[in-house]
């Protein structure tokens, strides 16, 4: 028999905990604040927005493994553990030494990653009795998931679609309406802060950071009802470590241990959820694996951003969060990846940057598309735009494996499939899309005036 | 720990065999017959048509099990064996004792159970040395199966689409478009089947039975071209029955077997593939399970169809083959399900209902879409309209199962994932959707002239 493929874990092997890197940390990331007085945020500040237990998780500074619901594991078991795979196409197709392999995200019911944080925040809200969250959402994954999620527990969710992504991908839209919630296309009138952004700017199209400001302004002035967010906090980078756990045991089984584990940014989720599990062998000196974050050239925040006290959203309603920043008013240019599309990254993956523990490559949008095609063509799976950046960096990796004659272990994390994005290749195809790259513009007024964070000035 | 929802088999799991149901059936199918002369077709006689491999396994009538060639296994492994899945979630919206299981083919790269065949096709093609192949797609899961199987093989790839499912689903034509598929609206002007109908009926929206037409005449018509078709066929219900052996040795891991399997029905090849492994022990005599083909109200070939010589195109350019047939000039209504829009059953199915060795159920379109949104929210996954029949099948069965108070065990195929199929769940949801229900109509005109089948006067 030929080599396997794919390497596949049962139900009792789905995680019975999640890892939390922050005990692991050599520098602790910098505290929330809150924006009016400028102290240090509890856990108790952030109940009003968020469920307690979620609150609580992201304040967490101590416990290395949290207990993963029983509820939530079952519900995990509708599509976990997911495959391992060995990409013996792609290898091929690159010519390359290096060993190839992808944590196949993408099938999930909803398509991509995002319902592991998902189903655990729709489960701790029901746990005290809340009946509606809202939430926003750029490309629509993350809302695709909660809605899903919130259906499971019989929770109302009202979904702030970024109005680009609400008209240019108008089936995200179809799959959250049958999973009955309601989408309403950012900016909205529903809002104080939707009407100001269409009053200022009518042909706004929107963005993460204002959809994020309409979500929490709905959840805060609406009764027994809470805030989720699908990424950039640390609860939510929590909930993804499902990913790389399963990961880890598959390269056991496969025999080997990556050199490089890779993952696509946009507020740091899917990364987190791959790396964090290899990293803590990193930490305690017991690996040199290196972890590279794919980021669009477009919103270059890890290798271009500051690190600075910022809000999460565009309103600025929000704690502030110490975070690698473009400033919660950059305008992220309309490419394809619409999930990657903002401004700043998570406390936890910020710090790790700065501390050196952690690399990030910026890919133009054309280099996405194309190793996204040569995925499809060798693998079989059409990526989604965002993983895409994953692709195109570990076919970077790949080709320098090549050039060096050295058989790298290369991991990446296909975070989702790219099937309600088809729209997106006929534009490649056509010749209709650009690079946006900023790689060589000054990103500096965007973050003028925003607080240092201390141990980064 | 809770009870399992999914049962997983590893890679050495996925069966060395093939199961070939026709030794085993007490009437065997009649021959298929040259339309000119009327004298039964040797293998031979398809070579011009199918690969050399294709033609001897559709006329193989000894064999019980073909040996599935290593490559082929090999590239099963992309997304082979799928899951089993204890649906639990709509056994307990439907609040019934019976067990409801469904196979997953939906986890496939292209979303459906047709690369099952699309592998074995492609590669008996490219071991005969063939560069060139043509077929037809309905909704555009073949097409799509088989333009991704071609680029496996290099082998390049015209691809007939109904000009309706053409303009309705466009992310279909761009996911064989990625794969490298050149993809025509059909009816098109490149053949002479095309241009006859488009002179004579300018604003047609085309069939499959056209589509096929246009393929086969491409085919004939190309050097070094072969045709391929995703259903029908028996060589194609055979590759299919890796879905059944598969679902056997699951149901064995969760302890139960099926006391009815239920497939969706357009002609017969995922139907096929999920029963006839089972239905071996029902010819053996050592089970008595009931299999349910679930066709739509519109295109009602099985309940209302006669047995007849019919071509499996609507130019008239293939063998006669004996079939369940509505007529190959029946026009069916433009229902979502555009893989069940086909006139005809294939031979065996054919055979086996007309000797009861198997039921049929005809389901509005309505119906089909009203389980279909039941199964979203209750087991996360959205289904294709064309395996909402068989979901919609379950669902009687499995309100019968209360009615009596039976824990009746039920397997369904969900033969693929409705992801590229959002817009029509957006008019079933804005009510624009009929149900085309043909129960009371008279349907014997498009069947005068036919030939009548021995045995089924």
Known sequence: MSESKKFILQEQDIPTAWFNIIPAMPVKPAPMLDPASKRPLTAEDLFPLFSEEAARQ???????????????????????????????????????????YFKNESVSPVGSHKLNSAIPQAYYCKQQGVTNITTETGAGQWGTALSLASKMFGIELAVYMVKISF????????????????????????????????????NYQGSLGTAISEAVELAMSTPNCKYALGSVMNHVALHQTVIGLEAERQ????????DIVIGCFGGGSNFSGI????????????????????????CPKLTKGAMRYDFGD??????????????????????????????????VVSQLKADGLMEAVDIPQLETFEAATL???????????????????????????????????????LSGHGLIDMAAYDRYFAGD?????????????????????????
Chains 1, 2 share one sequence.
């Open 251 to 258: 390269m056991e089984m496969a025999g080997e241990y990556p």
């Open 433 to 457: 899309l650009a690079n946006y790259d900023l790689s060589e513009t000054d990103l500096t007024e965007t973050i003028a005036g925003l607080d240092m964070v201390p141990g980064h000035e």
């Open 375 to 413: 995925f499809a063509k060798s693998e079989g799976l059409i990526p989604a735009p965002e993983s895409s950046h994953a692709i195109a960096a570990a076919i970077r990796e790949a080709k320098r494996a090549k050039e060096a004659g050295e058989a790298k272990v290369i991991l990446f994390n």
């Open 314 to 347: 565009e309103a600025g309603y929000t704690p502030l969060i110490p975070m690698l920043t473009l400033g919660h008013n950059f305008s992220p240019a309309n490419i394809h990846a619409g999930g990657l599309r903002y401004h700043g990254a998570g406390a």
């Open 58 to 100: 992201e304040l967490n500074f101590t416990d290395s493994w949290i207990e993963i619901p029983e509820q939530v594991r079952d519900l995990y078991k509708i599509w976990r553990p997911t495959p391992l795979v060995r990409a013996r196409g792609l290898e091929k197709a690159l010519d390359t030494p290096a060993h190839i």
């Open 275 to 298: 790396s964090f599990p290899f990293m803590r062998h990193n930490l305690a000196g017991d690996r040199t694996t290196r972890f590279i974050a794919a980021e669009p050239a477009s």
């Open 167 to 202: 008209n240019q991908k108008p089936y995200r839209r179809s799959m959250m309406q049958t999973y009955g919630a309601q989408v309403i296309a950012s900016p909205s009138m529903s809002t104080r802060a939707g009407r100001k952004i269409i009053t200022e700017h009518p």
